[in-house]
C-alpha cells in the first residue's frame, strides 16, 4: 500500500502560500461557527467542534490527495452519533465523549480496511437521488432538534416526532427573548446567504452574541448560555471501552463509514473535475483514516470530507491543503487564547447558526429537479428522508444503500427491449417491442438492454417466444442484437441454450450480432457458441444482416442500432 505525504500541499509556491493563507484565515471566519454547532448536533462539548479542525485537518494534509477536501466535523455524521449515543450515556458526559472518540476509532479502522482492499467504489451504490433526500431527512432532524434551545423550551427526546409533540405542547411556555434572538439569527444569516454568501456572517453573529452576553448578563434575563468551556490543547489519550460497547458501536461506525465514503468522494471528485486534477479515492481513504484515528485520541468526534466546507474554501481561494493548515493554525490560536469567552455563548444563537445550516442541507433545487425529471427517483428520495425523520439515521443509511442497490437492479430486471421496424420512410428504425410486428417478411431483429443473468432470462426467453409466435409471417431468421449485454451468468446460459436449440430444431435461425470479446468468451465457457455455431456469431449488426442478405442499403437509422465495432449505423 504506497502513499506520498503532502500529496495535497505540494507543489506550493510563494504566491500560492500567500493566498491559501488568506483563504485559510477566510475559512477560520466562515467554519468555527459551524464546528461549534456540528459539536452541538453530535451532544458533545462545545469545544470539541474545534478539536475536529485541529489534527484530523493536519493527518488529512499530511495522508490524502485532494488539495481543496476540507475534513471536519459534518452535520450528516453528527447526527448519526447523536441519534444513537444517547441511549448508552448522557450527552455531554466524560463517557459520552469516550464512547464517540471510539466510534472515530472504529470508523477509522474501517476506513483503513476500505483503503487496503480498494473498496472506494462502494461509494458509487448510494446514488445522488438518495443521498439528497437522506440529506434532507437529516436537516429536517437537525432543524427540529434545534428549535427547543431557539424557543428556550427544555426538550429531552432522540426522537423527531417525540421532539415535534412536546414542542407543541409547551408552546405556552416559550421564553419571548430567546425567541427573538432566534428568529434574528435566523433572518440574518438566511438573508445575507442569498445576497452575500461569502460574508462570514455566522462568525460576526456568533461574535455578537458572545459580547452581548457579557455586557448585559443574559445568563440573568433567563437566556441560556454554554456556560464554562476547558480552553487549551486537547490532550491525546486512548479511549477505553469494553467489548460489548465496542461492538455496540459498530453499526454506527459502520454508518458513519458509508456517509463519509460518500460525500467525500463525491466532493473530491467534483472539485478535481472542476480544476482538472487527477482524483486519487484511495489516497483520499486513507487521509479520511488518519483524520478519524487522530480525532479519535484528541477527544473529538468522527469528521469528514464536507461538500458544503469544501466549497465555502474554494470560494475563499482555497488551491491547496495549506489553507486548511493555516485554519487548523488559527483555531490553536483560538484554543489557547480565546476559548474562555465561549461560556457567554448563548445556547439560542448556537442552536439557531445550527439551524441554518439544516435549512442548507434541504436542496430544494435538486428535490425539485428529480421531481421533474424522474418522480420515480423522487420518490426514493422521500422514502429516504422520510425514514431518516421517522426512523432513525442509521437506518435511514441502510435504507439508502438497499433503495440505491435496488433501483439498479429494477433496471436490469426489467431493461428496456427493442425491435427494428420500418419507418415511414422505409428506413429500419429501433422501437419498443411490439408483439405481432416484425422487421421483415420472416425477419426479426430484436435487442436486449441489459446483462443476462439468472434474473431476467425468464423475460428475455419470454419476449423471444412470443415475437416468432406473434409475427406476422412464418420467422425464418432471429437475430439477437446484444451490444448492451456484456456477460451471461450460468442460469441465464442454461435458459438461452435451451432456447436457441428448441428454435433451431423448429426451423428458425438463430444469429447473435455485436457480440463482445467478453459476451462471447461467456457464450463459449457455457457452450452457447457450440449451439450456434461459430457462423451464427457476428461482431457487428452490418456482418449479421448481411449473412442473411439483408445488405447496408436498407440499413437502418437511429441511436440504438450503431455498430460498437466499426461506429457506422447497421
Known sequence: MRFKLL??????????????????????????????????????????????VLWPTVAFAL???????????????ATILSSKLPALAAPGSAEYVTLACMVALLTAGLLLLARIFRLGF??????????????????????????????????????????????????????????????????????????????????????TGIVASYHLGFASRGIAVIGPVAGGMPVPRWPQVGWQTTLDLLP?????????????????????????????????????????????????FVVNGSPTQTATAVLAGARSQFAQLVFAAI???????????????????????????????????????????????FGLAFVTAAAVVMIGVEQGILLAVALSLLRHVRHSYRPHTMMLMPGPDGRWRPAPVAFGAETAPGVIVYRFGADLFYANDHLFVRQVRKLIRNAPHPVRQFVIDAGAIAAVDYSAARSIGDLCRGLIENGVEIIFARVSPYLRADMERHHVADVLGEARIFATLHEALASIGMEAATEPSGPDMVDSATGRRS
Open 331 to 377: 483555531v490553536v490560536a483560538v484554543l489557547m487564547f480565546l476559548s474562555g469567552w465561549f461560556e457567554y455563548l448563548p445556547h439560542c444563537v448556537l442552536a439557531a447558526v445550527v439551524f441554518t445550516i439544516a435549512v442548507g442541507l434541504i436542496d430544494v433545487r435538486s428535490l425539485h429537479a428529480i421531481l421533474r425529471e424522474s418522480p420515480g427517483e
Open 7 to 52: 500529496a495535497g500541499v505540494l507543489p506550493l509556491d510563494r504566491a500560492g502560500a500567500l493566498r491559501d493563507a488568506l483563504a485559510g484565515a477566510t475559512l477560520a471566519a466562515m467554519n468555527i461557527p459551524q464546528v461549534l454547532g456540528y459539536a452541538r448536533i453530535a451532544g458533545m462539548p462545545t469545544v470539541t467542534g474545534l478539536y475536529t
Open 252 to 300: 454506527v461506525a459502520a454508518a458513519c463509514f458509508a456517509m463519509i465514503v460518500a460525500q467525500s468522494a463525491a466532493a473530491s471528485r467534483a472539485f478535481a473535475e472542476h480544476f482538472r486534477e487527477r482524483v486519487d479515492n484511495d489516497a483520499d481513504i486513507l487521509g479520511l483514516a488518519a483524520a478519524n484515528a487522530a480525532a479519535a485520541v484528541t477527544g473529538a
Open 63 to 77: 495522508f490524502g490527495a485532494s488539495r481543496h477536501l476540507v475534513v471536519a466535523a459534518d452535520s450528516a455524521t
Open 122 to 207: 462502494l461509494a458509487d451504490f448510494l446514488s445522488r437521488t438518495v443521498l439528497v433526500g437522506f440529506l434532507a431527512g437529516v436537516g429536517v432532524q437537525v432543524g427540529v432538534a434545534m428549535l427547543g434551545d431557539m424557543l428556550g423550551i427544555a426538550v429531552h427526546s432522540p426522537r423527531t416526532i417525540v421532539q415535534l409533540a412536546m414542542l407543541v405542547q409547551e408552546l405556552p411556555r416559550v421564553h419571548i427573548q430567546t425567541l427573538l434572538i432566534s428568529a434574528a439569527v435566523v433572518i440574518t444569516i438566511l438573508g445575507f446567504r442569498f445576497y452575500r454568501p461569502r460574508w462570514p456572517v455566522p462568525f460576526v453573529i456568533v461574535l
